[in-house]
């Protein structure tokens, strides 16, 4: 909270020092903290019914009433900072908020080829529930063997723990003999291709992982991953890599779902507003790839602020979710949701190319790609 609250401080000069408020005082304060929601009252988060963890070694809590702020997204987590009074008794109303400066672009390192880069990304499930054929992950395999691009990310779930099909009792595998039949397939339809292939499991899905979050990388057998070779990748979620001077995060962690069913917000313009483009910029403004607290699967909450915190806003943040495909530019961050490989009798995978020799810096980088929703 304190670095939250210095950046506020840096972005807002007009705010001279913070103060812990006490409830009875009329004196207009300065103050910052992390959204909490009452569990005891049972009550949906709402501009009257929010409260504040403030930061200090009593871990005191007060109510809040947002009603006058013109416009507001808040979610259980989300660091902010406000000014107001405890003119309602018991409450502090917030006239002001205030936020840091935007998160500045990772670095841009131009590489040394002119070849523009090719990295597609495809989010499972990759077979439809009602059965274990694979058809669109083997469409979109095909594709990746003629047209080769440097890199294809796979996330999560690979092998479904909703799928109905695998459910039942006369279903003769067990899930990893599932999971590793289906690296030996795309080891085998990727032969002699110099496309680069990384695997990110879904905490929430995924058979062949632990429901944790962060989650560590998927374990193959060693036939898989001699099959594969060093063309195979396994990534934690969430990750974050640079490739060929592109900085980009993806998770599978559904984190813009989860925030669409806690976040509460008003505003004068809210039919006509964004609300993908909103939920996606919590990611940049609170400077995490997963901020909502608490997290809606089990997690070590001091692992998840180590490895989910943005120092840097990446180039791009690939955010897989079983909502609509999207492509976002927010800020000079492309933010992308592939959409699912199976929904139905379709699906549609992420196509990006950067000229990264075009690109001057890193925040005209996205004037220089291209970003397309492909359907299979």
């Known amino acids: 909270m304190a670095a939250f609250a210095g950046l506020c401080r840096e972005a807002n000069p007009e705010i001279t020092d913070w103060s812990t408020p006490v409830a009875g005082s009329s004196d207009a304060e300065y103050i910052y903290g992390e959204i909490v929601r009452s569990i ?19 871990g005191t809590v007060i109510k809040l009433d947002l009603s006058k702020l013109p416009e507001i997204s808040i979610f259980p987590g989300q660091l902010v900072a ?13 006239t002001r908020q205030f936020h840091p400066k935007p998160l500045p672009l990772s670095a841009f390192e131009k590489p040394s080829n002119d070849e523009n880069l090719r990295v597609w990304f495809a989010s499972g499930p990759f077979t439809t529930s009602e059965n274990c054929a694979y058809e669109q992950l ?12 440097h890199v294809l990310v ?9 799928n109905a099909f695998m459910q039942r009792p006369e279903f003769p595998e067990t899930y990893e003999n599932v999971m590793n039949q289906l690296l030996r397939s795309i080891a085998k339809t990727l032969e002699g291709c110099r496309t680069e292939v990384m695997v990110q499991p879904a905490p929430f899905r995924d058979a062949c992982c632990d429901p944790v979050f962060p989650t560590p990388p ?8 001699k099959k594969m070779g060093r063309r195979l990748h396994c990534a934690p979620d969430p990750c974050v890599v640079r490739i060929n001077g592109v900085e980009m995060a993806f998770t599978s962690s559904e984190v813009v779902v989860h925030l669409s069913k806690n976040e509460w917000h008003r505003s004068p313009e809210q039919e006509n ?34 490895i989910c915190t943005l120092r840097t806003a990446p180039h791009v943040i690939v955010c897989s979710s079983l909502l ?13 949701n592939p959409g699912i490989t199976a929904r139905g009798g379709s699906g549609t995978f992420l196509r990006c190319e950067m000229s990264t020799s075009v690109a001057q810096d890193a925040s005209n980088l996205p004037d220089c790609s291209r970003f397309e929703i492909v359907k299979l």
């Open 40 to 58: 005891a009252e049972d009550l949906h988060l709402s501009d009257e019914t929010a409260s504040l963890l403030l930061d200090d070694e009593a």
């Open 82 to 94: 406000l000014y107001g009074s405890f003119e309602n008794g018991d409450r502090f109303a917030a």
């Open 324 to 336: 609509a495909a999207s492509i976002k530019n927010i800020n000079n961050t492309v933010v992308v």
């Open 138 to 149: 083997c469409d979109l395999l095909e594709l990746v063997a003629k047209e080769q691009p």
């Open 154 to 162: 796979l996330m999560g779930p690979l092998v479904d723990s909703k």
């Open 273 to 306: 507003h964004d609300r993908i483009t909103r939920l996606n910029s919590h990611l940049l403004d609170q400077r995490s790839l997963y901020p909502l607290l608490p997290p809606s699967v089990p997690s070590s909450l001091e692992e998840l602020i180590k």
């Open 218 to 225: 998927f374990l193959f057998s060693s036939d898989v991953c």
